[in-house]
């Protein structure tokens, strides 16, 4: 559980369910999507990345990485979105999303979502979409680099700062690791429902923001027919409607 302790104390203050969240973020969607799933009261703090609010100072006293999603509980501040729903489904127990049978496999499939996502969803995101659009200024760049501790952000950041594109290795890496992933979960699918069987776990949640952004980036799932029934199927839920449409209804016109 990523608990840590913030330098902008103004949010140990807080009462209840608060969430830093940016609209068009994959990891923010799982978060938003669990929340709508309990039922549970939250107070929204929309953190629009387009025009880099979390690069400042306040926001990096929050989460020290300046990334979204942000959770603070009852004054206690929670990063890392998949750490975040697990720690959801656990304090509000009802409705459970764990898998009944495996929990343990259900936790591998959130820790796999969020092994991949600097060194795969990131690169393959960034380069083909949304690099061009979040572009900082000289200013803006002196800015996080000042703000930055994490090394990998920045190597990641560094790679598309000024005139720089992300390379043909970069996104060959980022392909590859996603084809093995996506043929993982297309066998996982195999004849049933959901990830786990025919439970819809935190597993599935985990997973469809990363189909609809990748799917806006024009990510090609042709070949995986399970995937597409899967997300097809999801896509009627109250939760992704609300938690992922509603902020974000098309990622390929962001």
């Known amino acids: 559980m990523a608990v840590i302790t913030p330098t902008n104390t103004s949010v ?3 009462n209840g369910l608060h969430l830093y969240h940016g609209d068009m973020s994959n990891c923010s969607m799982r978060v938003r999507m669990t929340l709508i799933e309990k039922g549970l009261d939250w107070t929204s703090h929309h953190i629009d990345l387009k025009k880099k609010e979390n690069i400042s ?10 990334l979204v999603p942000t959770l603070v509980h009852d004054g206690v501040v929670h990063i890392e979105s998949n750490d975040i729903i697990d720690y959801l489904d656990n304090t509000f127990p009802h409705p459970s ?11 591998e499939w959130l820790h796999l979502a969020a092994a991949i996502h600097l060194p795969a969803i990131k690169p393959y995101v960034y380069a083909t979409k949304i690099a061009k659009h979040l572009k900082k200024t000289r200013e803006e760049q002196a ?6 501790a994490n090394d990998d952000l920045k190597e990641f950041h560094a790679k598309h700062k000024g005139s720089r594109q992300f390379s043909d ?26 990830i786990m069987g025919e439970q819809f776990t935190l597993a599935d949640i985990s997973w469809i923001p990363l189909y609809h952004v990748l799917l806006g980036c024009g990510y090609a799932y042709d070949t995986y027919p399970n995937i597409q029934r899967w997300a097809a199927a999801l896509q009627e839920k109250p939760s992704f409607q609300q938690g992922v449409l509603k902020w974000c209804p098309d990622f390929s016109k962001v």
């Open 57 to 66: 100072e306040e926001y990096f006293g929050i989460n020290p990485n300046g």
């Open 143 to 148: 800015q996080y680099d000042a703000l930055q």
């Open 12 to 14: 140990q203050e807080l």
């Open 169 to 194: 290795e970069d996104v060959g890496k980022a392909q590859a690791i996603l084809a093995e992933c996506h043929v993982k979960l297309e066998t996982a699918l195999q004849g049933q429902d959901w």
């Open 97 to 107: 999303l764990r898998a009944l049978d495996n929990n343990a496999e259900m936790m």
